[in-house]
């Protein structure tokens, strides 16, 4: 009997130590990884796409762990849906456009979503067309159908800046299709939709392997550096978990460092178990055309002037009511601290 009562009190101490491994984020205050116990930490990201390989590449090298983080990696489908489950407490830090942030905002939320580090510095889509374009011009969209993007959201207005450098009203010179759901447009484009769609790797590659398309143009090369995307958190989570937003900071630059010294082929090893559909050669293929167009910043600091252009992209786009103050939604502090 006493030998019973024994096996049981062990297995008994052995399950709650288990559970108390991982612990949800929030849990433990100020603690990460404290006490040799893992941080949950829901991530919502806005898609789920190889332009974000710095991140895959913190969690599949193992950087978060070593900061005592376990990731819960959630795709959000879209900005809004993410923002959504940022400010209900689905997720803990939400990876969008920071434009969000600032439509948050300027909504009069109290506990609005403060960005603290910046991943992508180009936008990270292209334009697909039906037909190769060896010598490509955006004034061959003029009179054509393009499958689009939210209204409001990075990639709809990074197009629409495009084609206002290049002297095309986009409500005038063409028709642009914002009705197809976000992750939709590839499959309606091989189903007839449109003349041109926009679309995220690895869709754009897939649409040419199937013959359905051709890459003819990179809006992140023809916008230039634009903040396309950042993690952001409540205020409130940022003030309650410092140092967990600091460990979860360190492993993000951690994964920038890695994708900065090393070569595509490399980078698209270490990642691939995020993309488990996608072959190793496709793979190498998207990052290399990531890679030579500047993607990834080298560090994760959001500076005001990326914020300001930011803000004249938005109210361009006729998305601003007013302009909102830097300082209030960006925190530099821990991508800075991140660098030492």
């Not at 923002?83 to 600032?102: N, P, Q, R």
């Not at 090893?269 to 190498?284: N, R, S, V, W």
């Not at 910043?297 to 830097?326: H, N």
């Amino acid at each position: 009997m006493k030998r019973k009562l024994l096996i049981f009190s062990f297995l008994a101490v052995f399950l709650l130590t288990g559970l108390a491994a991982c612990t949800k984020a929030g849990d433990l205050g100020e603690g990460s990884g404290s006490n040799g116990k893992a941080v949950k930490v829901t991530l919502n990201e806005v898609a789920h796409s190889i332009f974000y390989a710095p991140m895959y590449a913190a969690i599949e090298n193992g950087y978060f762990k070593e900061e005592g983080i376990e990731i819960d990696l959630v795709n959000g489908f879209g900005a809004d849906k993410t923002m959504t489950a940022v400010l209900s407490g689905e997720a803990d830090i939400g990876f969008m456009g920071s434009e969000s942030t600032i439509y948050t905002y300027l909504g009069g939320t109290d506990d609005y979503v403060i960005n603290f580090a910046q991943l992508t510095q180009r936008a990270g889509n292209f334009l697909v067309s039906r037909q190769p374009a060896d010598d490509f011009s955006w004034d061959l969209l003029k009179g054509t159908t393009v499958l689009g993007g939210r209204a409001g959201g990075m990639p709809e207005l990074v197009f629409e800046y495009i084609l206002k450098k290049n002297g095309i009203d986009p409500k005038a010179d063409l028709s642009i299709d914002q009705s197809i759901d976000f992750g939709s447009t590839a499959a309606a484009f091989s189903g007839g939709q449109g003349d041109y769609t926009i679309e995220f790797e690895p869709h754009a590659t897939a649409l040419e392997q199937k013959g359905d398309g051709y890459v003819v143009a990179s809006l992140g090369e023809d916008s230039g550096y634009v903040p396309y995307t950042s993690f952001s958190a409540k205020k409130s989570y940022i003030e309650a978990n410092p140092e967990l937003i600091q460990s979860f900071t360190n492993a993000l630059q951690k994964g920038m460092d890695f994708v900065a010294e090393h070569a595509p082929e490399e980078i698209a090893a270490a990642i691939q178990p995020q993309f488990p559909e996608t072959d190793l050669e496709t793979l190498t293929t998207i990052i290399t055309r990531y890679y030579d167009q500047d993607t990834w910043k080298q560090d994760l600091i959001f500076s005001e002037d990326a914020f300001t252009l930011l803000q004249d992209i938005l109210e361009e786009g006729g998305e601003l009511s007013q302009r909102v103050p830097y300082e209030d939604l960006v925190n530099t502090d821990f991508a800075r601290k991140a660098l030492d």
